[in-house]
């Protein structure tokens, strides 16, 4: 079983719509957890960190529910430079950094 | 000043040469990563490492060895290539800690034919 599942879309949705993905893990001992956000042929990059109280940086709000074990990311307004593949991580003890499938968003005009 | 970089960015060999890529971090940071993102773009934790331990994702080969000559480094070798090995390979690097978010070099393109 995988560490962390994600929906691999694809997603497309139109210029200004709001996309939510969620994102559950395995390990309840899983001790920090982040949105990354990789474009095409380039490497993965942060996003934003989720916190437990949830936390919001402009159109992007993040999500964490541990007693369900599972992480979202709400995009509102969606711009076209928005269109990338946004993976959930999960940080478990012993410092093991895993990675979901990764999503596919396709913002069209 | 590139943070994680990474050496070579492409890669073309032949079927059971032996080669390695080269990671190297100026940030200071204590733990380091290989991971292997295949065709499927699923980014698979290979290896991560700090100055305590070496920890193995059990279903990689013991064809991949991580080697790391001081902090700075984790060079990747891989014995025998095989075909099913051409993937993109991502070095990254961390603090180790709880909430510290990992940094990635630009990937190396493996193709083995």
């Known amino acids: 079983r995988k560490e962390v599942e994600q929906d691999p879309g694809p997603f497309n949705v139109p210029e200004g719509a709001t996309v939510a993905f969620n994102c559950t893990y395995s390990?309840?001992?899983?001790?920090?957890f982040f949105w990354y956000r990789q474009d095409c042929r380039k490497e993965p990059k942060l996003l934003m960190s989720?916190?437990?109280s949830g936390n919001e940086d402009g159109r992007f709000t993040a999500q964490l529910n541990r007693a369900s074990q599972y992480i979202s990311l709400l995009i509102r307004d969606s711009k076209l430079s928005d269109s990338a593949t946004y993976l959930c991580?999960?940080?478990?003890?012993?410092?093991?950094?895993?990675f979901g499938t990764g999503t596919s968003l396709t913002v069209i005009p | 000043d590139t943070a994680v970089s990474q050496t070579p960015k492409y890669l073309v060999t032949q079927m059971g040469n032996d080669k390695s890529i080269k990671c190297e971090q100026n940030?200071?940071?204590?733990?380091m990563y290989w991971y292997k993102q295949d065709s499927k773009k699923f980014l698979k934790i290979m290896f991560s490492?700090?100055?305590?331990?070496?920890?193995i994702n059990e279903t990689v080969p013991n064809r991949f060895s991580p080697k790391s000559p001081d902090k700075a480094h984790l060079n990747l070798h891989i014995n025998s290539l095989e075909l099913g090995d051409s993937a993109v390979y991502f070095c990254?690097?961390?603090?180790?800690?709880?909430?510290?978010?990992?940094?990635f070099g630009q990937g190396t393109r493996l193709t083995v034919v």
């Open positions: 990254a690097s961390r603090v180790t800690g709880r909430d510290t978010e990992a940094f």
């Open positions: 390990n309840s001992a899983s001790q920090s």
């Open positions: 989720v916190y437990s």
């Open positions: 991580v999960v940080n478990i003890p012993g410092n093991q950094f895993y």
């Open positions: 940030l200071g940071h204590d733990t």
């Open positions: 490492y700090n100055n305590k331990e070496l920890i």
